[in-house]
């Protein structure tokens, strides 16, 4: 009682030694009186009187008058009546409506549920789709005429009749011929992100293959005779046999039925394509070899069916397409039923492997590409570590499955990158979200020191000019697609790649058009 005295002088502001309590059948609560003996009990009523003042009675006029108003007054407050059994009328309402209040309080918790639930639907509902107008018609239009020169070159590649590209009907390849010579000018590629093993783009680092066939003379000893410069050129073999590019070669000369080179033969190769750096030196080397057999073997292969070939040797036909064709390309490969020759019997593009003298049957129509616009005013800036990766060891490290949401993540990305790196002015946001990838950068960090923070600060908001960067090929370069800003690009990179101990060199190099060509035959 003494707790209940408290509360009720806290709200109520009356003194505890006025409060008074007395349970419904009279029984006066002193202080130390426990209300609730039984603890299942909630409710319970008591009476509160108030203690009154005593002192002198009222004046006798006074209450007269105040008794006539009263009388005067209709009573509508029976509360304090007793029913027949002697119950205060107010003590039996108080019952009622408790019983009322315990019997509704399930539909009231109900609707208190109902309530909470409503609002975690709501919370949890999808906002309104919101319509967004796409205003932006500069891009509309060029969006809209990129769609129809896609297709139409489509259409053109398809219908297209094959280009011849030999050398000529002059006899060359015959030993016995006079001085020639020639050039087989390849161009160096890289593949951008993330079109990992689909997109491949020709730079303007240009291979040259000189090749001098000399008269046989008696006494002397009728050699091919292979000399470098450039890359590579204190390293590389300059054994035929073994050579990725002469052997090559030899490779396309056997499938055709020709055993080895005519000779006495010089051939000189002039190669500025750094070695396993990521810019193509192997697909380019493979499609010089090709070249090379076509024109000593005087075969008249078409591009695509050289592209047959290269695809022999290196299976992910990015490189070797866009060096051979030239451009922008995308390209995939359809695997023949036939019976294809096993790869050991093929030149392989990384080891050292003499290529055997057996009859290959190489099937026809294996690459399969179109060629895709390219912004003019984009430049390739190549930052390229003085390290070399293997392109074999750096495909190594790549899962043999993936997940659905990475390949989405890429595809995405691919389908718009395709269109954003055709238009004019190409539009920076676009390029740089399309050239994240999820495929093959991720797993190849640790092999390039430095990628990950490359990845992660280098970005067109604090570089102006720059629209996307990414790793060239299978790295270790660093492709950095810019429209202008080149040297505070390359600084950018160059120096995150110092702090590791590592030296570059950069080159900004042009996307080019013409692919792999025979240059000139002199007599
Ligand atoms: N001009 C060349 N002449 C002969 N062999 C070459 C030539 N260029 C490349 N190679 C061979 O190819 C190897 C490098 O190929 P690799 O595929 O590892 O790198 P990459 O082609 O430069 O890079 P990526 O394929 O990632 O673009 C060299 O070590 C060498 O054996
Ligand atoms: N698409 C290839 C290019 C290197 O030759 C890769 O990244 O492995």
């Known amino acids: 009682m003494f707790d209940l005295k408290q509360l009720i002088f806290s709200r109520l502001s009356i003194e505890p030694e006025d409060q008074v309590y007395h349970t419904l059948s009279g029984k006066r609560l002193a202080d130390d009186s426990q209300i609730f003996e039984d603890e299942q009990v909630e409710f319970t009523t008591l009476n509160l009187n108030l203690r009154l003042l005593g002192g002198k009675g009222g004046f006798g006029s006074m209450l007269r008058a105040q008794g006539g108003k009263m009388a005067s007054q209709k009573t509508t407050n029976f509360e304090a009546c007793r029913d027949l059994n002697g119950r205060r009328l107010r003590t039996v309402n108080e019952a009622k409506r408790l019983a009322d209040h315990l019997e509704q309080e399930p539909d009231r918790q109900r609707i208190r549920k109902e309530k909470v ?30 769609k129809e020169k896609v297709s139409n070159a489509v259409s053109e590649a398809i219908s297209k009749k094959s280009v011849v590209v030999n050398n000529n009907n002059s006899g060359n390849g ?85 055993e080895g080179f005519p000779s006495p033969l010089n051939i000189h190769v002039d190669n500025p394509i750094p070695l396993g750096r990521g810019l193509g030196s192997s697909g380019t080397a493979i499609v010089a070899g090709v070249m090379l057999g076509n024109v000593v073997g005087n075969l008249g292969l078409t591009k695509e069916r050289m592209l047959d070939y290269c695809l022999m040797i290196e299976h992910h036909p990015d490189n070797v397409t866009a060096a051979l064709m030239g451009g922008f390309v995308a390209s995939y490969v359809k695997r023949s039923d036939q019976n294809v020759t096993p790869h050991s019997e093929t030149p392989d593009s990384n080891g050292d492997g003499v290529v055997k003298a057996s009859v290959h049957a190489v099937p026809e129509g294996m690459g399969h590409y179109v060629k895709l616009n390219w912004a003019k005013e984009i430049k390739a800036v190549t930052i390229i570590p003085q390290f070399e990766v293997s392109t074999a060891d750096a495909r190594n490290v790549l899962p043999k499955e993936y997940g659905k949401q990475d390949v989405v993540f890429n595809l995405q990305r691919l389908a718009v990158l ?77 120096s995150i790649f110092a702090e590791k101990g590592i030296e570059t060199v950069t080159r900004v190099l042009d996307v080019v058009d013409d692919g792999a060509q025979v240059t000139g035959i002199q007599q």
């Open 117 to 146: 639930q409503k609002k975690i639907e709501e919370g949890l509902a999808e906002p309104p789709t919101k319509r967004i107008r796409f205003d932006d018609t500069e891009y509309l239009k060029a969006s809209e005429e990129m």
């Open 174 to 258: 015959d030993p016995g011929r006079a001085l020639s010579l020639w050039d087989v000018v390849v161009l160096s590629e890289d593949d951008s992100r993330p079109g990992f093993d689909v997109l491949g783009v020709s730079l303007s680092l240009y291979l040259t293959v000189e090749l001098d066939i000399l008269e046989s003379e008696p006494d002397k000893s009728n050699e091919v005779v292979l000399t470098y410069s450039g890359e590579g050129a204190d390293t590389l073999t300059l054994n035929i046999e073994k050579n990725l590019i002469t052997k090559t070669a030899l490779y396309v000369l056997s499938c055709n039925n020709i």
């Open 418 to 494: 395709i269109m954003a790196l055709s238009c004019s002015p190409p539009k920076a946001d676009l390029i740089y979200q399309a050239m994240q990838d999820k495929v093959h950068q991720p797993y190849r960090k640790h092999l390039i020191p430095g990628l990950s923070e490359i990845l992660a600060s280098v970005k067109p908001d604090n570089y102006p000019g720059l629209l996307g960067v990414c790793l060239s090929g299978a790295g270790p370069t660093i492709l950095a697609l810019a429209t202008q800003n080149f040297d505070g690009i390359s600084e950018a990179i160059k």
